[in-house]
């Protein structure tokens, strides 16, 4: 991993280690990205590198019907500790409502959300850190690793460019 990209993560973590964030991390994964990460044959040492400790990865009982149904081979399974959501049906109710479910409003479990893009409307709650693939790499998103939206550069005025040519000549 990039350094750059090292030292945002660190300061990311920094911060969420003040807020109760802390090892034994938990990971509350969803199906697709499961899929993916099985699809690109990573280990969940690969999710301890990223957090620097260790890691439980835990996945609704729905997300894990449909999870099953989807892949065959089936080695991160093996990893992947089961929630209880009380879904009888896998398809009775959405992803993101699960997963919100699962969270609730204060995240007291202090769940990190594993999700693909496919399911990233939940990112806009910004209240639960959120790991996901971008380009095939893990990332960690959080309310206090996004860049704000830079503005557009302002035009100047007819007075302001006058006012430079006077001074620059």
């Not at 699809?39 to 009982?61: D, M, Y």
């Not at 995240?107 to 693909?116: E, G, H, K, T």
């Not at 209240?127 to 690793?145: A, D, N, Q, W």
Request: charged share 30%; with cysteine; proline share 4%.
């Amino acid at each position: 991993m990039r350094p750059g990209r090292l030292k945002q993560i660190k300061k990311a973590l920094k911060v969420l280690s003040k807020e109760g964030y802390s090892q034994p991390y938990n990971i509350l994964a969803e199906k697709d990205f499961l899929v993916a990460f099985n699809n690109a044959q990573l280990k969940i040492s690969h999710l301890e590198q990223l957090l620097g400790g260790t890691v439980r990865v835990f996945t609704p009982l729905c997300e894990y019907k449909r999870y099953k149904q989807a892949v065959k081979d089936v080695k991160l399974i093996q990893h992947v500790r089961i929630k209880m959501c009380g879904h009888t049906d896998p398809y009775q109710i959405t992803t993101i409502e699960c997963l919100k479910q699962q969270v609730e409003e204060k995240n007291p479990d202090r769940y990190f959300l594993a999700v693909s893009k496919k399911t990233s409307a939940i990112k806009e709650s910004k209240k639960v850190p959120i790991i996901l693939f971008k380009s095939g790499v893990l990332c960690i998103e959080t309310k206090h690793t996004e860049k704000s939206k830079k503005e557009a550069p302002q035009k100047m005025t007819e007075e302001e460019k006058e006012n430079l040519e006077k001074m620059f000549g």
